[in-house]
Nanobody, 120 residues
Framework: QVQLVESGGGLVQPGGSLRLSCAAS????????MGWYRQAPGKERELVAV???????NYADSVKGRFTISRDNAKNTVYLQMNSLKPEDTAVYYC??????????????WGKGTLVTVSS
């Protein structure tokens, strides 16, 4: 099976920075896309950033210019560099990946989430 494990969340002051990481492991043949979503209390889960293979990265308007998504394909890892953090960025951040398994079936997977709290 495939697992996604996030790390890097925590408490940070407004204006600060955090770097999230997500590593995929398991029966992976290839990864088509990796991205980040977030969900704040009382709100729907929303796309933060996505990095598809061979395509352009996409960002939510609310994070453009502040967040940067990147990937290390050799390590099956995606990162989210978050700068100039605002209180409204507070949420549980979830890693997402579309994976082609060793059984050659494309599936979407989710990490368990990592909490980011932006507060003074």
């Amino acid at each position: 099976q495939v697992q996604l494990v996030e790390s890097g969340g925590g408490l940070v002051q407004p204006g600060g920075s955090l770097r999230l990481s997500c590593a995929a492991s398991g029966r992976i043949f290839s990864i088509n896309s990796m991205g980040w979503y977030r969900q704040a209390p009382g709100k729907e889960r929303e796309l933060v950033a996505v990095s598809p293979n061979g395509g352009n990265t996409n960002y939510a308007d609310s994070v453009k210019g502040r967040f940067t998504i990147s990937r290390d394909n050799a390590k099956n890892t995606v990162y989210l560099q978050m700068n100039s953090l605002k209180p409204e960025d507070t949420a549980v951040y979830y890693c997402n990946a579309e994976v082609l398994s060793t059984h050659f079936k494309a599936m979407t997977y989710w990490g368990k989430g990592t909490l980011v709290t932006v507060s003074s």
